[in-house]
Structure formats: structure tokens, C-alpha cells
């Protein structure tokens, strides 16, 4: 499988993306090149790196569309952080990818008097950040629900560098 890591060199990325590729998939990891995994492993040897700003790239337009040039099986998405970076990457890429995995977080539930936190529970999300990440996650399920877009969410509790 050809599988594409945005964010592949950064908190997750750096332990993910030498694993798919030890695991057999071709693996390219998308960043802006500024800076090298956390820790070495054989397996980055037969990663190809991908330098691209997500930032500018979204801002003139074109981040889809070069995610999808690079004609991903999959798509591992960890630096999403806003609805509207989530709907130019979903029309880039609609139609072109059998997987999408979009990184969210354990705050879009807030406060839990549950533990762990069940996938049926309401969205009471934390701070902004929470927030926009609930508002990718209820764009993508819909995409999913709604037109076939192949979303699925990864909720981390809590990341440490």
C-alpha cells in the first residue's frame, strides 16, 4: 500500500512512519523539511520524503491537489487543525484514496465522567482547540456518511514530545 504521512516527521509521525514502512507499505512523509525524525531507525532509509508548506500550500489552494498527486492508497492525516485545511484535503482527494485517517483528540469529548471515553458519548469539547478538532471530526464522519469520503478518526488521550 502506498501511504501518505502528513506531519510524518513530528510527535506521532516519527514513530508511525519508519513502522509502515518496516511493515512493508511505500511510505512518504509529508513535512516542511525543518526538521529530522526524533529518533533514527533503519526504516526511515526507505521512506521518501515530501518537503511541502501545508500552510502556504492551503493558502494559494493547491494542498489537495499535491496530496493527491502523489497518488496515495492512504492518507495518514496528524497536522489538521482547522475545518476548512480538512475540506481542501477531502476535495482533493475524494474519489482518489481508499483510506483517510484523520489524527484527532480525546478533547472533543471535554470533561469525562466516563473513562475511557466511548465513541457514542456527546461532544462537550475542550478550549479552542477541542473545538476545531470537533468540527473536523463532524466535516469528515459526514463526508464519510454522507458521500463515501474513507474517514476514519484516531482519538489520542495525550502526546509528549
Known amino acids: ?13 516519527t514513530y508511525l512512519t519508519p513502522r ?25 532509509s526507505d521512506v521518501e520524503p515530501v518537503i511541502l508548506d501545508r500552510h502556504a500550500e492551503e493558502e494559494s489552494g493547491g494542498f489537495g491537489r499535491k496530496i493527491a498527486a502523489l497518488k496515495p492508497d492512504a492518507v495518514v492525516d ?15 482527494l475524494r474519489g482518489l484514496v481508499g483510506r483517510f485517517l484523520h489524527c484527532g483528540t480525546v478533547w472533543v469529548h471535554g470533561h469525562n465522567t466516563i473513562v475511557p471515553a466511548t465513541e457514542d458519548l ?33 482519538h489520542p488521550g495525550h502526546l509528549v514530545g
Do not use: D, N
Request: aromatic share 8%.
Open 1 to 13: 500500500m502506498r501511504i501518505v504521512v502528513i506531519g510524518g516527521a513530528g510527535h506521532i509521525g
Open 20 to 44: 509502515l514502512a518496516e511493515a512493508g507499505h511505500k511510505v512518504l512523509c509529508v513535512s516542511r523539511g525543518r526538521r529530522s525524525p526524533y529518533f533514527p531507525h533503519p526504516a526511515w
Open 78 to 92: 496528524i497536522t489538521c487543525y482547522t475545518q476548512e485545511s480538512a475540506q481542501q484535503l477531502v476535495e482533493g
Open 122 to 154: 456527546p461532544r462537550r469539547p475542550l478550549e479552542e482547540y477541542g473545538s476545531r478538532k470537533a468540527a473536523i471530526e463532524a466535516y469528515l464522519l459526514e463526508q464519510a456518511r454522507e458521500k463515501g469520503f474513507p474517514a476514519a478518526i484516531l
